[in-house]
C-alpha cells in the first residue's frame, strides 16, 4: 500500500477505520477542545480511544474560525500510532528499525499545496498572522497563552548544513511571534547556540498537519545530525516532497497543511510559560528564545493539527513511549 500524500488521506483512513470523530457542534477553542478530548484519557481503554476532528471553532471572545482542528491523530492509542506509520501495531518497531538502517533521503519540486495562499510583508497582517488558526489553551485556566503543539520545527546546523525536524512547543505571543521552547541539549536548541556563538539569528520553520511520519520522526530521539526527512521517507517508503520556503533558506513539506516562516534572534531572550507539560506538572516560567514570523504558506482550506499533552496517558506521553521504545529497539 502506498503511503499517504498528506494529512487529509492519513484522516480518510482513520475514519475508514473507525477511529475519528467529527464534532460539528461550535467549540470554543479556549475552554473545551482539549478538555474534551483528555476525558477519553482518562476515562476510556486505549483501545476505544480515536482521533477528533472538530469543524465548528469559535474562542472566548465569540470569534469564529473556518480552519479545522484535528487533535490526537497520531497517538491517540498503539492502533492509531500504527495507523499512521502504515502498518500493524505489532510491526512498529521493525518498521522505525528498518526506517532508520534505510533512510530514504527526500526530493525537492517546484510547487505544493502548501503554497496555495502566501502571506508576506502585508499581506501577512492583512489576514491576521496566527490569528487566522484556531490555537487552543491546551490548558485552560493554568496556561498563559495559547500554544502550538503540533509544531514540527526545522533547522539546520550553521555549519554542515545538515536539516534537523525536533517537535517543541510555541507560545503564541503576538499575530507575529512565537516562543520557541528549544535549548540546548535539544537539536535545535545546539544550532541557535552555534548561530549565538556566529552572532546571526537562526533561521527556522514551523511545520503543520505534515503526513504523519514526519510528526513521527520530530518527537523520536534520532541522532543529531541525522536528516530527519530521510528516516520520515523511511518509514514511508517513498521520498518525501519538500519544496523551498519563501523568505529562509530551508526545505518543507510540499504536501503540509500550514508553514511558518522567521529567524530566532540569538541575542535575548523572553518570558516563556507557564505551559501544562507531558508530565503531568505545569512547566515553570523560563528565559527563552522567541521567533519573528516572516512569511505563513498554507493549503486553501487548512487543517489546524494539534497533539494532546499534559497529564499522563496523552497522546504526548504515547508518542514519547512509543518514539523511544523504536529508538533503543536493536540498540
Known amino acids: 500500500m502506498a503511503y499517504y500524500k498528506d494529512l487529509r488521506e492519513h484522516i480518510a483512513a482513520l475514519e475508514d477505520k473507525g477511529k475519528l470523530v467529527r464534532i460539528k457542534r461550535p467549540i470554543n477553542k479556549d475552554t473545551e477542545l482539549h478538555p474534551l478530548v483528555r476525558w477519553q484519557f482518562r476515562g476510556l481503554a486505549e483501545k476505544d480511544r480515536k482521533a477528533f476532528l472538530f469543524e465548528n471553532v469559535v474562542d472566548a471572545r465569540g470569534k469564529r474560525y473556518d480552519v ?27 518498521k522505525w528499525a528498518q526506517a532508520q538502517l534505510h533512510p530514504i533521503p527526500p526530493r525537492l519540486v517546484e510547487s505544493g499545496p502548501v503554497h496555495e495562499e502566501i502571506h508576506i510583508g502585508e499581506k501577512l ?15 485552560p485556566g493554568f496556561d498563559n497563552a495559547p500554544y502550538l503543539t503540533a ?10 548544513g545538515i536539516r534537523n525536524i525536533g517537535n517543541y512547543r510555541a507560545m503564541v505571543k503576538s499575530p507575529t511571534r512565537l516562543g520557541a521552547f528549544a535549548v540546548f541539549p535539544q537539536h535545535m536548541g545546539m544550532h541557535w547556540e552555534k548561530c549565538k556563538r556566529k552572532g ?6 514551523i511545520i503543520l498537519g505534515p503526513v504523519p511520519c514526519v510528526g513521527f520522526v ?18 514511508a517508503g517513498q521520498a518525501i516532497e519538500l519544496v523551498k520556503c519563501k523568505t529562509v533558506a530551508l526545505e518543507v513539506p510540499a504536501t503540509a497543511e500550514i508553514v511558518i516562516e522567521g529567524t530566532i534572534p540569538t541575542d535575548a531572550l523572553e518570558r516563556e510559560a507557564p505551559f501544562g507539560e507531558f508530565t503531568g506538572y505545569m512547566g515553570a516560567r ?24 499534559q497529564f499522563p496517558p496523552s497522546e504526548s506521553s504515547k508518542l514519547r513511549q512509543i518514539g523511544f521504545e523504536a529508538a533503543h529497539y536493536k540498540f
Open 68 to 94: 479545522p482542528v484535528l487533535i490526537a491523530c497520531h497517538a491517540a492509542s498503539t492502533e492509531v500510532y500504527a495507523i499512521g506509520m502504515g502498518c500493524q501495531t505489532g510491526e512498529i518497531a521493525e
Open 125 to 139: 497582517l492583512e489576514h491576521g498572522g496566527l490569528e487566522e488558526f484556531p490555537v487552543p489553551i491546551s490548558t
Open 200 to 205: 546571526v539569528p537562526l533561521q527556522a520553520a
Open 218 to 235: 520530530a518527537t523520536a530521539k534520532i541522532t543529531y545530525g541525522v536528516d530527519e526527512y530521510a528516516v520520515a521517507g523511511g518509514i
Open 286 to 309: 523560563t528565559f527563552s528564545p522567541f521567533f519573528n514570523i516572516t512569511c505563513i504558506t498554507h493549503r486553501k482550506k487548512p487543517i489546524y493539527n494539534a497533539f494532546l499533552s
Open 151 to 160: 509544531a514540527n520545527w526545522v533547522s539546520k546546523d550553521p555549519e554542515t
